[in-house]
């Protein structure tokens, strides 16, 4: 099993930035980010393969956000810029040492989980 520790989250202003980092206990073959808003279903927010450089960004944060890695340290970093309230909630990372068969990812398709960092947006 991957551990993921989360860090970066925190409370900014409509239209601040905030950079979260995942770090992960060994390599793994893709890394996801997800976020929950409370009474809210888990969404996804980007995908990465840092084996391959490939990312995925969900329409959600599409053009306002970039997925950058350090694979020395096995860590992969989400930055978001121009936040909205809506984009308010807990980040969750996730990772899978495996392909999931499916691109984008799904939630499924992940089985290691952090604990998640809190992001909150105010307008």
């Known amino acids: 099993q991957v551990q993921l520790v989360e860090s970066g989250g925190g409370s900014v202003e409509a239209g601040g930035s905030l950079r979260l980092s995942c770090a992960a206990s060994?390599?793994?073959?893709?890394m996801g980010w997800f976020r929950q808003a409370p009474g809210k279903e888990r969404e996804g927010v980007a995908y990465t393969y840092p084996g391959q450089g490939v990312t995925y960004y969900t329409d959600s944060v599409l053009d306002r956000s970039t997925v950058s890695q350090d694979n020395a340290k096995n860590t992969v970093y989400l930055q978001v810029n121009n936040l909205k309230p809506e984009d308010s909630g807990m980040y969750y990372c996730?990772?899978?040492?495996?392909?999931?068969?499916?691109?984008?990812?799904?939630?499924?398709?992940?089985?290691?989980w952090g604990q998640g960092t809190q992001v909150t947006v105010s307008s």
């Open positions: 060994e390599s793994t073959y893709m």
């Open positions: 996730a990772a899978s040492k495996y392909d999931g068969g499916s691109y984008p990812p799904s939630r499924g398709d992940f089985p290691d």
